[in-house]
């Protein structure tokens, strides 16, 4: 008989959980018109292209390499 008293919080905590998750994932896709506003240039990981051309041209002096900022060694050899 207790054990079945015991349960009760159980099964009501799990229910909240699970309310509360299934409440986490209810949403609406982005519309289309929508998408515009997430894609401003603000929105990016560069920001402005002409600072990022800037910071690029720094960086390529300070190593004395050119094309280091992507993938794969840094123009020094040591891939």
Excluded at 9 to 31: D, N
Excluded at 42 to 49: H, V
Excluded at 57 to 79: F, L, R, T, W
Aim: with cysteine; charged share 20%; hydrophobic share 35%.
């Amino acid at each position: 008989m207790k054990e079945h008293i015991l349960l009760k919080p159980v099964h009501a905590f799990l229910l909240m959980v699970i309310l509360a998750l299934s409440g986490c994932s209810i949403g609406q896709a982005v519309q289309p018109w929508e998408k515009e506003t997430l894609a401003r240039h603000e929105m990016t990981f560069e920001g402005d292209p002409l600072e990022t051309k800037y910071d690029e041209h720094i960086y390529s002096s300070k190593e004395g390499a050119s094309g280091g900022a992507g993938v794969g060694g840094g123009g020094c050899g040591c891939n």
